[in-house]
């Protein structure tokens, strides 16, 4: 494979990097993944053995990807390499030294809806399920904050609960009691399998020296988005031969609130003073007018490492800042934007519209509609297409259109006890006549009501 051809000098410089600590900040756009897939490529044809590479990412899908394309790059080479996200190596580790830690190596894992029902169950044995006392949800979230930030739990249940009647001790008495129900019934959730993961690591000689040795490279995607746990049990699984790769950008951290800390990136020169340092900022993605924007706004951030976007695409036109009150007129400025552009020949298929956050949009979408301009979201589900939208539009429908049948069944299958065969019979019997404008109307449609439904349809009924 010819090395030299496939990337570019950043690129090369980072892959091909002498063993020891290396630091690579991947600026947006420089091909991360490539760097990281074509690092194995090179470690393998020096001869490394694929089973003492380890490869960890934070989500499945990168973790397929990854190892997808490196079994394409190398021929099939890879087989015997470990990669996947955190818990899934933990999970691994777990299920054969959990014994080490007080569990069974045949322990359950909690999904999300378990951990809420075991949680509930210890509110209600502990007979604290008053009306101030936390959620389950909420309860398990601040657990997990405290677990993988390695924080005091008093320290962080008086800040999220500062302002609330509720007494610090019996949270942190909760916690106590749902650790040991765990451990009583075998269970783990997902943020233990990090927790144990690095008590196995830092109790166990012997485990912590099996993976040491058996790592011989550790390579980490989205270094800036683990928290403390995972950091420094990345730290120990290089313990032996330090041949740790961490690559990542701390202009892209932004999981702060479920516990990543983005000084972990930072202070990684700190932490190993022999590291090398290597920089992408070849940007394959962008114009040359959206990195000068970008460069711009980021320069004046103290806490980061300098770095210059550079791109390879052509210049096309300048970004416009446009400065608006609210969200209502945020939207009036996109119709307009729309509409200038289809005068002058742009299809509407060819328009793309982002946003930071799927609620951001709901302005967006009613001006769109008002508009008439048709539209498709690409994430999430359209606002007038969610069902409780379309539940509380049905009367409305109702209104303009006696003779819409569907809504007419949908407003019906509200009711407790009345599904689709008994919403058919009554379209049948009075719905092509249903005028919902009309007080006769409402006669006909409580007489063809079962009983259920009759009291629920008095309060809702129009006047």
């Known amino acids: 494979m010819n090395f030299r051809e496939e990337l570019n000098e950043e690129q090369f410089a980072a892959v091909t990097a002498p063993d020891g600590p290396s630091l690579v900040i991947a600026a947006a756009g420089t091909g991360k993944t490539r760097t990281l897939v074509y690092r194995v490529a090179w470690l393998i044809e020096q001869g490394v053995d694929p089973n003492r590479i380890l490869l960890l990412t934070f989500t499945n899908k990168a973790a397929r990807e990854m190892l997808e394309r490196a079994h394409e790059l190398t021929g099939g080479a890879v087989s015997g390499l470990l990669g996947g996200t955190f818990h899934h190596l933990a999970n691994r580790l777990l299920r054969q030294h959990a014994r080490e830690i007080g569990f069974g190596n045949d322990y359950t894992i909690l999904d ?28 398990l979230s601040l657990y997990g904050l405290a677990s993988g930030s390695q924080k005091p739990l008093d320290e ?9 009647p509720i007494n610090i001790a019996d949270v942190l008495k909760l916690r106590d009691h749902y650790v040991k129900r765990k451990k009583d019934l075998n269970v783990m959730d997902f ?13 166990s000689d012997y485990v ?4 040491q040795e058996r790592f011989q ?5 989205e270094y800036q988005d683990t928290n403390t746990i995972q950091a420094e049990w990345v730290h120990l699984l290089a313990g032996k031969h330090k041949n740790l790769m961490v690559v990542g950008d701390d202009f892209q951290s932004i999981y702060s609130w479920r516990g990543a800390d983005y000084h972990n990136f930072l202070s990684f020169p700190k932490r190993y003073p022999d590291a090398q340092v290597f920089k992408l900022e070849v940007n394959y993605r962008s114009t040359p007018e959206i990195l000068n924007v970008a460069n711009a706004c980021i320069k004046g951030n103290p806490l980061q490492f300098q770095k210059e976007l550079r791109a390879v695409r052509n210049s096309i036109a300048e970004p416009t800042l446009a400065l608006l009150r609210d969200g209502d007129e945020q939207a009036r400025y996109v119709i307009a934007k729309i509409e200038e ?13 982002l946003y930071r956050s799927h609620f951001h949009a709901m302005e967006l979408q009613m001006a769109l509609t008002h508009a008439r301009f048709p539209f498709q979201v690409t994430s999430g589900i359209r606002f007038f297409e969610q069902a409780h939208v379309k ?7 109702l209104l303009e259109n006696p003779a819409d049948e569907l809504a007419f069944k949908r407003l019906m299958e509200m009711f407790p006890k009345l599904g689709p065969k008994t919403a058919d019979k009554i379209w049948k019997k009075i719905g092509s006549r249903f005028e919902a404008r009309k007080p006769e109307a409402h006669q006909q449609l409580l007489a063809a009501l079962p009983a259920a439904a009759v009291s629920i349809w008095k309060e809702i009924q129009p006047v």
């Open 112 to 139: 999300a809806d378990d951990a809420k029902k075991l949680m509930k169950s210890c509110v209600d044995e502990l007979e604290l399920d008053d009306e101030h006392f936390p959620k389950p949800q909420v309860l």
């Open 156 to 164: 962080l249940a008086y800040d999220w609960f500062d302002d609330s």
């Open 191 to 203: 943020d233990d399998l990090l927790f144990y993961a690095l008590k196995l690591f830092q109790t």
């Open 208 to 211: 912590r020296n099996l993976y």
């Open 217 to 221: 490279y550790v390579l980490v995607d």
């Open 341 to 353: 552009l289809k005068r002058k020949g742009t299809k509407l298929s060819d328009i793309a519209v």
């Open 391 to 397: 539940d509380a539009c049905t009367v409305l429908r």
